[in-house]
C-alpha cells in the first residue's frame, strides 16, 4: 500500500470589511500611491475595526465557511494548530479559543509562532501527526491581526500589513497523485534582531514606558530582511524543484509569500516560473503574514486541479524560511 501523506481538502477564509487604500495611508504618513505600488506592490489592505475583536474573531468565520463548504462538522476534528503572531492574548492558544468557539470538542490544539513561515511550518507539523496514521482530520488556522502591531505613524511599516485569517483541511491520503510530495524548513535566530515587538513580552511587560517607547510595534530592518528573504526563498523553492526532478513546466503554481512583489518576482525569476503561473493578490491584502498562502489558496482554488504540482514558499521573523511541494488534492471547480 501506498505511504500516508498529508493533503489539502479544503479552503476557508474571512478577510474583514474595512479597507484601508493608499490613498488614505497618504494623508496619515508622508507616503505616495506611487512609493508603495512601485517599491512593494500593495494598493489596498483590510483592517478589523471594532473594539475587543482579536483574531479569533477572523479565525472563527475562516473555519464556519470551511465546515460549511466541506460538510464537515466540528466533532470530526481531532487536531487544532494556529498559526499567529497576534494571538488573541499571551494565553491560552488563539487555537483552544477558535475552538471553542465553533465547538470543537475532541482535538487537542496549539498555536505556532513561526512568523510569516507560519503556515509552511503548521503544514509540515500537521503532516507528521497525519503521517503516524492516528489523526485523520486536522485544522489549520492562519490568522493575523497586524493591524493590532502596526504603528500608524511610521511610514516604513504602516502601509505594509494587513488583516486576515484563513482555516485549511488537512487529511489523509493513499493517493500517489496527491498532498504533501516534500519540504524544507529552516530558521536563523539572527534574524531576531532584525524584525520583532520587543514589548509585552517577559523580557519587556507592558507598562507605562513600553508604551512611550512604542515597543508593541512592529520593528523591522526592511533592507537587512528584503535581501535574506530574497536569498533564501528563492534558494529553497530552486533545491525542492531540483531534488524532485522537477523543471518550470512541471509546475502548475508558485505560492509565494505576499510581503513583496520585488522578493515574488525575484523567487519566480530563479525558479523560471513565467508571471502567469504566480498566485499574486498582495495588492488587495497587503502583507498578512502567516495567512498569505492560503489565502492565495482560497482566491485561486475553482481554478486548481488534482494532481497539479504546486509549489509553497515563505520567508519571516526569526528568521524563518521554508517550501513545500505537494499535489493538489481536488477539482476546486468542483466545490
Ligand atoms: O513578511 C515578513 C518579511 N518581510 C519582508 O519580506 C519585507 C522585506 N523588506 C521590504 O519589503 C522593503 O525593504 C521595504 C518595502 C520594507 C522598504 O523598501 P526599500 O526599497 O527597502 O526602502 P528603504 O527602506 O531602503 O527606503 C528607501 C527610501 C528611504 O528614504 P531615503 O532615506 O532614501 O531618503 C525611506 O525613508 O524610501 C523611504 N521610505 C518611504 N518613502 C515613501 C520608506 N518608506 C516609505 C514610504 N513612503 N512608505
Redesign the pocket.
Known amino acids: 500500500m501506498s505511504k500516508i501523506k498529508a493533503a489539502i481538502t479544503g479552503v476557508g477564509a474571512y478577510v474583514p470589511e474595512y479597507i484601508l487604500n493608499n490613498h488614505e495611508l497618504s494623508q496619515m504618513?508622508?507616503?505616495?500611491d506611487e512609493?508603495?505600488m512601485s517599491?512593494?506592490g500593495i494598493k489596498e489592505r483590510h483592517i478589523l475595526k471594532g473594539e475587543g475583536l482579536g483574531v479569533s474573531y477572523m479565525g472563527e468565520r475562516a473555519v464556519k465557511q470551511l465546515f460549511e463548504k466541506t460538510g464537515v462538522s466540528p466533532d470530526d476534528i481531532d487536531l487544532v494548530l494556529c498559526s499567529t503572531v497576534t494571538p488573541d492574548m499571551p494565553f491560552p492558544a488563539t487555537a483552544s479559543i477558535i475552538a471553542d468557539k465553533v465547538g470543537i470538542k475532541n482535538a487537542f490544539h496549539f498555536d505556532i509562532n513561526a512568523?510569516?513561515s507560519g503556515f509552511i511550518f503548521t503544514f509540515i507539523t500537521a503532516a507528521k501527526f497525519i503521517e503516524s496514521g492516528h489523526y485523520k482530520k486536522v485544522l489549520l488556522v492562519s490568522a493575523e491581526k497586524m493591524s493590532g502591531i502596526t504603528d500608524y505613524t511610521d511610514?516604513?511599516?504602516?502601509?505594509?500589513f494587513g488583516d486576515a485569517a484563513t482555516a485549511v483541511l488537512i487529511e489523509p491520503t493513499t493517493d500517489d497523485n496527491s498532498g504533501m510530495v516534500d519540504y524544507i524548513a529552516k530558521s536563523d535566530g539572527f534574524g531576531r534582531n532584525h524584525?520583532y515587538m520587543k514589548g509585552g513580552g517577559s523580557c519587556y511587560p507592558a507598562s507605562q514606558q513600553t508604551i512611550d517607547n512604542k515597543m508593541h510595534y512592529i520593528y523591522?530592518d526592511?533592507?537587512t530582511?528584503?535581501k535574506n528573504?530574497v536569498s533564501n526563498m528563492a534558494d529553497v523553492s530552486v533545491e525542492i524543484m531540483e531534488r524532485n526532478n522537477l523543471t518550470a513546466d512541471d509546475l502548475a503554481w508558485l505560492v509565494p509569500?505576499q510581503?513583496?512583489m520585488?522578493?515574488i518576482d525575484a523567487t519566480a525569476r530563479r525558479m523560471g516560473l513565467s508571471p502567469e503561473k504566480v498566485m499574486i493578490n498582495i495588492q488587495n491584502y497587503g502583507?498578512t503574514?502567516s495567512a498569505t498562502i492560503p489565502l492565495c489558496l482560497w482566491e485561486w482554488e475553482n481554478q486548481l486541479k488534482k494532481g497539479e504540482n504546486i509549489v509553497l514558499s515563505a520567508?519571516?521573523?526569526g528568521f524563518t524560511w521554508g517550501t513545500i511541494l505537494l499535489k493538489w488534492a481536488y477539482d476546486g471547480d468542483k466545490i
Do not use: Y
Not at 511610514?155 to 505594509?160: I, Q
Open positions: 504618513v508622508d507616503t505616495s512609493w508603495i517599491r512593494v512568523g510569516c511610514r516604513t511599516t504602516c502601509p505594509l524584525l523591522q526592511g533592507q530582511v528584503f528573504a509569500h510581503a513583496n520585488r522578493i502583507n503574514t520567508f519571516g521573523a
